[in-house]
């Protein structure tokens, strides 16, 4: 399918120093697709150049066939974004708030903003002020603001901070709903490896303004994928080896990377090869295992 977005050599370049250095990365339609890197990478400033806050300075990003640079409006009305904080009329009502935003927007109607309300969950705080808001509800109405419009791609620039553990699950369900009852792309930077690790499906990684590794999560039906190696417990090791070809002898056993259906290949080979498979399970590394690992140990920003 025709990615949602597609970054194409992106470079952004302040006097002498490189923020983003040629950036390509395509985002499929239909998924939470995360955004890592240390800090100083440049998630941010790539983020500011998909909205058109600043400036490309080599390349193009294309939303929807569109491009940023040469067709801004045309492709900004697919966009809905949160950059850092969203910001609110605080002694204005979540829903007086959204009706503001509204009255911009061609074509969102009163029904359009009860929809957004009920999708993020403050159907019974909406007619509050938004002053007396956590900052979880205020997290929520931001995402149904930047949704009233029907986006194709939703940007969240670090929209778990301040959170706590309650509020970051359950914006964690509202994205997953979103994309599921909505059709809605996501695109999200975080530093919470573990929270990132729930929530995507993909996930891109930067350093030093390039891309580093784009890692798949989830597989079909959203069930998740292998992160590390399989080991294979058997009775002869040796023999596994020669009959599978490749592997180490590891953990009391035959160690190698496979994907999910070939597995199960590997397993009836093993036993048609008269081999004895005690027990198969995946020696799992974390994001945060492979994040260190492609980084060289970097922080995370």
């Known amino acids: 399918m025709e990615p949602v ?38 998630k941010t400033t790539t983020i500011r150049m998909m ?19 040469n067709h801004f409006e045309e492709a900004i009305a697919n966009i809905g974004a949160i ?12 829903y007086q708030n959204l009706r503001q935003y509204a009255r911009m927007v061609p074509g969102v109607t009163k029904q359009r903003i009860d929809e957004v309300v009920e999708l993020v969950g403050l159907g019974q705080r909406i007619h509050d002020k938004v002053k007396t808001y956590s900052l979880g509800m205020r997290q929520r109405l931001g995402v149904a603001q930047a949704l009233l419009h029907r986006p194709k791609l939703l940007i969240l620039d670090e929209p778990t901070n301040g959170l706590d553990p309650q509020g970051i699950r359950e914006l ?42 784009v890692k798949q999560l ?45 597995i199960a290949e590997l397993n009836a080979k093993l036993v048609a090869g008269g081999i004895k498979v005690y027990n198969i399970r995946t020696l799992a590394r974390t994001l945060e295992d492979q994040f260190l690992e492609v980084t060289g140990g970097e922080g995370i920003g």
């Open 5 to 42: 977005a597609r970054l194409q050599g992106v470079t952004k370049k302040i006097g002498s120093k490189t923020l983003v250095s040629d950036l390509t990365l395509d985002i499929p339609p239909g998924q939470i697709f995360g955004f890592l890197g240390p800090n100083g990478a440049g």
């Open 51 to 69: 909205v058109g806050l600043i400036s490309i300075s080599r390349g193009d990003i294309l939303i929807c066939g569109r491009s940023i640079k």
């Open 83 to 94: 950059v850092e904080n969203p910001e609110m009329y605080k002694f204005l009502t979540g």
């Open 172 to 213: 964690r369900d509202y994205l997953r709903r979103l994309c599921q009852e909505e059709g809605t792309t996501v695109f999200v930077s975080s530093h919470l490896l573990s929270e990132m690790e729930l929530m995507c499906d993909s996930v891109a990684i930067i350093q030093n303004g390039r891309l580093v590794d």
């Open 218 to 262: 989830k597989g079909v039906g959203n069930t998740v994928m292998p992160l590390g190696e399989t080991l294979f417990e058997v009775d002869n090791a040796e023999a596994a080896l020669a009959l599978i070809g490749r592997g180490v002898f590891k953990s009391g056993g035959l160690v190698l990377e496979a994907e999910r259906e070939e």
